[in-house]
């Protein structure tokens, strides 16, 4: 996310994209025990923290990690 860190913005076609991967259970390599929900819940948390609410979509300010 360090688009949306530096340039303040983040593109409909990522947020799609993401939106996906928050249940993906895929490793992100192979014999790895982090999967792809994983990085995409963090991503999620860097929009929250660097993007103004009114800049996200619903899901993502609704979005918890529990």
Same mark, same amino acid.
């Given at each position: 996310?360090?688009? *949306? &860190? %530096?340039?303040? &913005? $983040?593109? *409909? $076609?990522? @947020?799609? %994209?993401?939106?996906? @991967? %928050?249940?993906d &259970?895929?490793?992100? !390599? =192979?014999g !790895?025990?982090?999967? %792809?929900?994983?990085? *995409?819940?963090?991503? $999620?948390?860097?929009?929250?923290?660097? @993007?103004? !609410?009114?800049? @996200?979509? *619903?899901? $993502?300010? =609704?979005?918890?990690? !529990?």
């Amino acid at each position: 996310m360090h688009t *949306a &860190r %530096l340039h303040g &913005r $983040v593109d *409909a $076609v990522t @947020l799609e %994209l993401l939106h996906g @991967l %928050l249940h993906d &259970r895929t490793p992100i !390599s =192979a014999g !790895s025990r982090y999967e %792809l929900w994983g990085t *995409a819940n963090q991503t $999620v948390g860097d929009l929250k923290t660097f @993007l103004p !609410s009114e800049q @996200l979509p *619903a899901w $993502v300010n =609704a979005f918890t990690d !529990s």
